[in-house]
């Protein structure tokens, strides 16, 4: 069944919202007995993929708790798991889980190299789906209006395929926003909001990779709907929609007026509705998602990280009192966290789902490493995040840090940090996390806003020095730029001891600032998602060592 005709179906919104806030009642019962809940998934997985390669060769028959398990299986990471998902997706079976993969999942880690991750019927129905539809609860509780209609959500992330990519064994090869749960998994309620909006499959031929045309087909659809609501879960794509309209905008009213789609012939030429268009252009000069959109409420995507510096100049641009949900802590791989209220960032453990445990983020992880538990984490504090679960993945460094935001009935409600990767040039050891709080110290103090940020580390002779290029949202005076410069330094100082270490033994010297068009960032990833990378997997970066990608984002060539 196709979303369009699944949302279209008698009924089917209040099957869809039944089953949202019952999966949301699910899973806020299993946090009343957390630990229960970790154990009765832990002995499943085991019990499950006993008989596997994998479980055989760590001794599953054996493992009665979590100190066997921890005691039996190594912290292992991508690469540890990729020989047997290798032999997996070439057709072996009985590897890593006793369930035949239906789909791989892509991912894009720090590197940019695609990972395959199996997907499984039981993995799908016992850990994915629980909090998939439980996620979308807060949205369509407080919004209701953006489920009434089709296209009254623009979902940036919808990308279906009609000729997906295959591994070798001739399963799919995709990113989940390009899978069709209903079909694969005989899931029928499980379209995403805005998967039968007009644009959602285009009606016109348009390459595969062509992702920017994709993007412009849809926006230009768009533009005469009562769009309420955006879903991006990657928030550079979000934060990409009002640099598009300006691009694209008298393509866009040459498309709306003549009644063409990219040119081509569709439906009714609407002089009205391009007149209106045009007013608005000549109006405020400046167009803004608010100015097309006028009733538009929400937001659906990360909002922490490099974004939680950004979100709040870029949801005004959307409209005044526009909120921003959070989407899941997760990755590709699996569930971490899941908001079930209005949180502004963080969401409860789906302790239901995989096992969890932890390693303080200051930490290097190697396969003995010693782990917290769910119940052992301080509010307050960051983590490595390693989840285990029944379709395959096990003691799985999945290469994120959270922040326990607080408790909820003893359970960590937990926000994304950003990567576990760091930069460390001369031993300051500097998390993604620490950089961001420090830019934020840096940002209040002095009243400025970006529109981005992402730094490096310039190694000259003597010291080296950080340096952060930012696209101001607003002009800065240079005034302004010095301070905001010797604060930053300064921040980084209270927030990092090995950071401290190389200022006072002058390994690095304090950062530079280069400053950058207001735009200079959207054009960047306009330029790497017309390479052919897929929106979903163009993210912030906020460490950038490459040089190639250093001088595209910033025209200058690193020293």
Not at 35 to 55: C, I, K, P, W
Not at 268 to 282: K, N, V
Request: with cysteine; proline share 7%; net charge negative.
């Amino acid at each position: 069944m196709t979303a369009r005709m699944g949302w279209a179906a008698p009924g089917h919104l209040d099957r869809y919202r039944q089953r949202v806030f019952a999966e949301r009642a699910r899973l806020g019962e299993a946090l009343t007995e957390m630990r229960g809940q970790q154990q009765r998934v832990l002995a499943d997985l085991v019990d499950f993929n006993s008989g596997t390669e994998f479980g055989k060769r760590y001794g599953f028959d054996r493992i009665r708790d979590i100190d066997d398990f921890r005691k039996a299986v190594p912290i292992q990471d991508y690469a540890a798991h990729a020989p047997l998902i290798e032999r997996t997706a070439a057709g072996e079976p009985n590897l890593l889980t006793a369930d035949r993969p239906v789909v791989y999942f892509t991912s894009s880690g720090s590197t940019g190299a695609h990972k395959k991750i199996p997907i499984t019927p039981r993995f799908m129905s016992t850990t994915f789906f629980p909090f998939y539809y439980a996620a979308w609860a807060p949205l369509i509780e407080n919004f209701p209006d953006v489920a009434q209609r089709p296209d009254a959500v623009l979902n940036l992330k919808h990308d279906p395929l009609s000729a997906p990519p295959t591994t070798a064994g001739g399963q799919p090869h995709v990113g989940a926003s390009q899978v069709d749960f209903g079909e694969k998994f005989g899931e029928p309620l499980s379209a995403e909001l805005g998967t039968a909006a007009p644009w959602a499959t285009l009606p016109v031929d348009v390459a595969p990779d062509d992702h920017l045309e994709k993007m412009y087909l849809r926006l230009r659809l768009a533009v005469q709907s009562d769009v309420r609501c955006l879903i991006g879960i990657n928030p550079a794509m979000i934060a990409a929609v009002p640099y598009q309209l300006n691009l694209w905008w008298d393509r866009i009213v040459r498309d709306v007026r003549d009644g063409t789609l990219g040119g081509v012939p569709y439906g009714s030429p609407d002089p009205h509705r391009a007149a209106e268009l045009e007013q608005l252009a000549a109006y405020f000069g400046v167009v803004d998602p608010a100015h097309v959109w006028p009733r538009i409420r929400a937001l659906f995507g990360w909002t922490t990280g490099v974004a939680s510096l950004y979100l709040p100049a870029l949801r005004a641009r959307f409209g005044a009192g526009v909120a921003a949900l959070p989407a899941p802590v997760a990755a590709s791989e699996g569930p971490v966290g899941v908001p079930l209220d209005r949180h502004g960032s963080a969401g409860s453990l789906v302790v239901s789902a995989a096992v969890y445990e932890f390693v303080d983020a200051d930490a290097d992880l190697a396969p003995d490493t010693q782990t917290l538990l769910p119940h052992e984490l301080e509010v307050g504090r960051e983590y490595h995040v390693i989840f285990s679960h029944v379709g395959g993945l096990y003691r799985y460094a999945v290469g994120d840090v959270i922040r326990v935001e607080d408790l909820v009935d003893g359970v960590p409600r937990v926000a994304y940090a950003g990567r576990a990767n760091r930069s460390d040039a001369v031993g300051e050891r500097l998390r993604e996390s620490q950089v961001v709080r420090a830019l934020r110290t840096a940002l209040d103090a002095t009243g400025l806003g970006i529109s981005n940020v992402a730094c490096r580390v310039e190694r000259q002779t003597g010291a080296s020095h950080y340096v952060f290029a930012v696209a101001p949202h607003t002009s800065w005076q240079d005034a302004e730029s010095s301070r905001f410069a010797v604060l930053l330094d300064a921040a980084l100082q209270r927030e990092s001891a090995d950071y401290r270490r190389a200022r006072t033994d002058r390994r690095l010297s304090a950062p530079a600032l280069q400053l950058l068009d207001p735009t200079a960032f959207h054009q960047d990833w306009h330029a790497a998602v017309g390479s052919g990378i897929r929106p979903t997997q163009v993210k912030d970066r906020l460490f950038r060592q490459d040089d190639l990608l250093w001088q595209r984002l910033t025209g200058t060539t690193p020293a």
